[in-house]
């Protein structure tokens, strides 16, 4: 049974925004998440995460000075759950219907309150079968790093395969047939993937 991770907060064609059931549970950058629903599963690549008050506008305060650990803060604080939430943004890469995966945007984009899992390892592997889910973010413009993102995701899905070097390198050939003429770009993302 797949484990619920958190649900749709906001969600347009090209991306979705996931609130987590639990504080400081996001998915690291560049993984892999799916919807539920059906019969289109939307994939997407976490590209952005953080944690903030429930309340916009009003901001945490510190609350630590007497405390020896950040756990003790929210034992003598145990209404700090309550009061902040993590989310984290996702960038649509793929669907999945009537059993095969297509990496091009789906035409509708997920639902609010669709549960969010994050793909397991075979889920990994076989939506990373195909490259073509590269054009997608690397045409995408953020206030963040698309850069960082393609080379986290990149190094995510290594991790996944048999041989995480070959699959980088495939990667990295995929990349500079979509942005060969963007040499900064490409140089940008391929040293960020030997780290």
Do not use: W
Request: hydrophobic share 35%; with cysteine.
């Amino acid at each position: 049974m797949l484990t619920k991770i958190g649900e749709v907060i906001e969600s347009n064609t090209t991306e979705f925004t996931v609130e987590c059931y639990e504080l400081y549970t996001m998915p690291p950058l560049g993984s892999l998440v799916r919807t539920a629903d059906a019969p289109v599963e939307i994939y997407g690549i976490v590209c952005q995460a953080g944690t903030a008050s429930i309340e916009p506008g009003r901001r945490p305060i510190a609350r630590g000075k007497d405390e020896t650990s950040e756990a003790a803060v929210y034992q003598s604080n145990p209404q700090l759950t309550k009061l902040l939430r993590s989310e984290f943004r996702v960038l649509v890469a793929g669907h999945r219907s009537d059993g095969k995966i297509y990496q091009y945007l789906p035409s509708v984009p997920a639902h609010i309150h669709s549960f969010i899992h994050l793909c397991s390892s075979k889920e990994v592997k076989e939506f990373s079968q195909s490259f073509d889910f590269l054009s997608i973010l690397t045409s995408t413009r953020l206030p963040i790093s698309i850069e960082d993102v393609i080379a986290a995701t990149l190094r995510e899905m290594s991790r996944t395969q048999t041989d995480p070097h070959a699959f980088l390198i495939a990667g990295g050939k995929s990349l500079t047939s979509i942005l060969g003429s963007d040499y900064q770009r490409l140089k940008t993302i391929l040293m960020r993937l030997r780290q």
